[in-house]
């Protein structure tokens, strides 16, 4: 996981030509250390809503809604921070409370951006989870 964070960083760090990331809505894939799946995000403004379907433990449905605050950083790229709940369903089942805190760059000229966050939850059956790490792709329009 350090490997990546570094090589994401390196990229980030090298490019200086961007717009903002202003998309209406953004659909895409997140590859997490705790969980993968489909995320969808809609802006609005200042803030935004992102819903995630992951994959959890084989066999369990996680579903997850965040409220989010987005803070433009310059060169495209924006910090997001807030919250939400999620449930499990499947071989699992739970529910609980979530963070996340995050940083997403949208590609100059194309509809194209990158997110890698951090999003710690407690869940009411299983206790914390203070290593979902995720990185993620999305089409954005």
């Known amino acids: 996981m350090k490997k990546i964070l570094v090589t994401l960083v390196a990229l980030f760090a090298t490019v200086t030509l961007a717009s903002a990331t202003d998309y209406n809505w953004a659909a895409g894939v997140k590859a997490g250390s705790a ?11 200042g803030a935004a809503l992102e ?3 992951s994959f959890y433990y084989g066999n369990s449905l996680g579903v997850t809604g965040l409220y989010e ?11 997001y921070y807030g919250g939400g709940a ?11 409370i979530d963070a996340v805190v995050g940083v997403e760059y949208q590609l ?26 995720g990185l993620g792709i999305r089409y954005c329009w």
């Open 86 to 96: 999620h449930v499990l369903l499947g071989n699992e089942i739970g529910a609980g």
């Open 35 to 45: 969980a993968s799946g489909i995320s969808v995000k809609k802006n609005m403004g």
């Open 51 to 53: 819903g995630i379907a």
């Open 108 to 133: 100059p000229g194309a509809p194209i951006s990158f997110t890698f966050d951090y999003k710690p939850n407690f869940d009411f059956r299983f206790g914390f989870d203070f290593q979902d790490f």
């Open 69 to 79: 605050i987005k803070s433009d950083l310059g060169s495209g790229f924006e910090l």
